[in-house]
């Protein structure tokens, strides 16, 4: 296994500093700044990771306006537990809504919730003349969970800068997304310091965290191991593993396995590792290797 970048998961806290550049601290002053201009918020979370990928420090930042969830990324997720996922935010009083932001698939639904949940604000405006008053909403959340995405989808016009990865959008923009309706896009925002190892593993896993800055090997083994407990099928049936070989394998082992299973091999027939761990963050990110979800509510109450 590659041991050059010694950045380990186990090391996260070492490392903490380098995901929370300084654009990220001009984001918050942003959001602290632009709140007053809103009317709503629409948070956007990975439908594979819902409470890992709530940032803690939103939750200050928006002042206790409305606001409505999307689980963004619904397509990669286990269907079963969006449902449950959708049922207790529903449960909890939050309207959500789960998404696919890139297809566009679930967002018809996103303006009938959002006047939904400023029914009460609307009838006021009404009432003092203000019919079609323009409601402005601010889009946030985690670096590369979708909001260039979702804004793209509701212009139809592709005006927001999307990648594959974190940190593309730079600054606050305004987008009109239909008569009376306009969006305020925000950079994404990660916190100081990830108090739970398994919420920085989880961001990590699913592309919020810069690869950069960690071992994908031991990512990968991590991984595995977590999927060994709550997807072994999913697998056992991709990379041709024996039913009884994963009981008890670290994620080393697991990573070893799928190298030689796909001919990962350098010379002197050792297994590139480092290959095998780039190509299960790939599948796992793509849902190649199928429809999961790491955070179930039952287990989040």
Known sequence: MNRQNDKTLQDMEAVSIQWFPGHMTRTKRQI??????VDAVAEIVDARVPISSRNPVLHQLIQ???RVILLNKSDMADPAETKKWLQRY???GTPAVAVDCRSGKGLNGFIPLVREVLRDKIAVWEEKGMVGRTIRVMVVG????GKSSLINKLCRG???????????TRENRWFTIGKGFELLDTPGVLWPKFEDKTVGEHLAFTGAVKDEVIDTERLAGRLLETLV???PQALCERYRLDDGFLPGKRGDEILEEIGRKRGMLMSGGVINTERAAAAVLDEFRSARLGHITLEKAEDNQ
């Open 90 to 92: 529903r449960a909890q």
């Open 32 to 37: 602290e700044k632009s709140i007053r201009l």
């Open 229 to 231: 407990v709550s997807y």
């Open 142 to 145: 985690i670096p590369n969970v």
């Open 158 to 168: 592709g005006k927001a800068a999307v990648a594959d990865r974190p940190g593309v």
């Open 64 to 66: 206790g306006k409305p």
